[in-house]
């Protein structure tokens, strides 16, 4: 035999071996199939059966949100623009009324000697500001009603559905809470 063609038949009875361990997995594949399709079929549970669930009628819905803190429910009066909440224009706007309160950081809470409450809020540029009860921020007319340790709240007025205007509340909580 050539020194040429014994590599060829080398590489037949690789391929010649392979393909019997291939045949014999694939039998066994299909015996084991085979076998499972001769089982009798298993019976299947019967679903079970549908509870009726007595309806439900909120009768909360005139009482105070519970997703509020207490302290902004007494402050937040008229909610609709039928009960005349309306921007005041004529007010002067303050500075940290331009931005949006997505843009402002609440850093912390300051108290003065006489006891009065300040919160620190961060603007874009870096610079921070002090603000009190009362005092305004953002861009939808935010006055502020609390201060906490962790947060600001406030009330902004927003246009509604309804071309007119509502209150509602928001807050600015600090990143560190």
């Not at 079970?48 to 009628?57: C, N, R």
């Not at 962790?150 to 990143?175: C, H, M, W, Y």
């Given at each position: ?128 500001a002090s603000v009190k009860v009362g005092n305004y921020l953002g861009l939808n007319d935010g006055r502020i009603v609390e201060i906490t340790p962790t947060q600001i709240n406030l009330i902004e007025i927003v246009p509604d559905s ?16």
């Amino acid at each position: 035999m050539s020194m040429q063609k014994m590599p060829i038949l080398l590489a037949l009875g690789i391929a010649a071996t392979s393909m019997t361990g291939c045949t014999d997995r694939i039998g066994m594949a299909e015996q084991a199939m085979t076998d499972i399709r001769n089982q009798p079929a298993q019976p299947i549970e019967p679903p079970p059966k549908a509870e009726l669930v007595e309806d439900f009628v909120y009768s909360a819905s005139s009482q105070r949100s519970p997703f509020l803190p207490p302290s902004l429910v007494n402050v937040e009066g008229p909610t609709t623009s039928i009960d005349g909440v309306r921007p005041d224009i004529t007010r002067i706007k303050e500075p940290l009324e331009q931005y949006e309160l997505s843009q402002l950081i609440f850093r912390g809470v300051v108290i003065s000697p006489e006891g009065q409450r300040y919160a620190l809020v961060q603007r874009p540029d870096g610079s921070v500001a002090s603000v009190k009860v009362g005092n305004y921020l953002g861009l939808n007319d935010g006055r502020i009603v609390e201060i906490t340790p962790t947060q600001i709240n406030l009330i902004e007025i927003v246009p509604d559905s309804r071309a007119g205007f509502v209150e509602k509340p928001q807050s600015l909580v600090s990143p560190i809470s």
